[in-house]
């Protein structure tokens, strides 16, 4: 069973629309959490972390964290043509040289 | 800062041929790791190393798959005898250090197996 579950695996938003993503850990161990993207042709690029319960913003994005349910969720607001990608939950233990990628949502804003 | 050079961009193999991929990690950041990706399996942690010391190779394929650092500067993955399912698009990242922080990614290497 994959350690890091994403869903959905889709997902279509008409530009400034609100995109939502969720993933669900299944290892207690993890404590740090990673969203990144990646556009077609090129390499994930991290989006943002977050290490601590409650929210984080970074200007149009903000993530979810509740580490008693193992759940993070990341939320665009007024999603842009260029938002469209795949966008990827990761996640580290305490440990934490290895990063456990999810299999990610593709996110599609339709103009 | 150029980021994280991969060549070469698209290898074509025929089966049972040798390939080597090539990864030049950021300067200054002592963390490097190989992923493999493809549609049904997702991005596949391979390989890691630390200060150009392999420190954990459990995602490599044992039999055809190898990897080294030999310096600082580049890191090399090797597929010997590659078969169809080899083919995947290979992607190097590397960080400051591990997991913790932000992994810089580059653009990866289509491999195509005939």
């Known amino acids: 069973q994959q350690k890091v579950q994403q869903s959905p695996e889709s997902l279509s938003v008409p530009e400034g629309g609100m995109a939502s993503l969720n993933c669900t850990s299944s290892?207690?161990?993890?404590?740090y959490f990673w969203w990144y993207r990646q556009h077609s042709g090129e390499g994930p690029k991290a989006l943002m972390s977050i290490f601590s319960d409650g929210d984080k913003k970074e200007g149009r994005f903000t993530a979810h964290l509740n580490k008693a349910s193992l759940h993070v969720s990341l939320h665009i607001r007024d999603s842009q043509p260029s938002d469209s990608a795949l966008y990827f939950c990761?996640?580290?233990?305490?440990?934490?040289?290895?990063?456990?990628f999810g299999k990610g949502t593709h996110l599609h804003v339709l103009p | 800062n150029a980021g994280v050079i991969q060549t070469p961009r698209h290898k074509v193999t025929g089966k049972g041929q040798e390939a080597t991929l090539w990864c030049e990690p950021i300067s200054g950041h002592s963390a490097v790791f190989w992923y493999r990706q493809t549609i049904v399996q997702g991005l596949e942690f391979l390989t890691y190393f630390r200060n150009q010391a392999p420190i954990d190779d459990s995602g490599m394929p044992k039999e055809r798959f190898s990897a080294q650092m030999p310096n600082q500067s580049h890191s090399t993955l090797k597929i010997q005898s590659t078969q169809p399912q080899d083919s995947a698009v290979y992607l190097c990242a590397s960080s400051l250090e591990g997991g913790r922080l932000e992994q810089y990614f580059g653009p990866g290497t289509r491999l195509t197996v005939l």
């Open positions: 990761a996640a580290s233990d305490t440990n934490a040289y290895k990063v456990i």
């Open positions: 290892d207690r161990n993890f404590q």
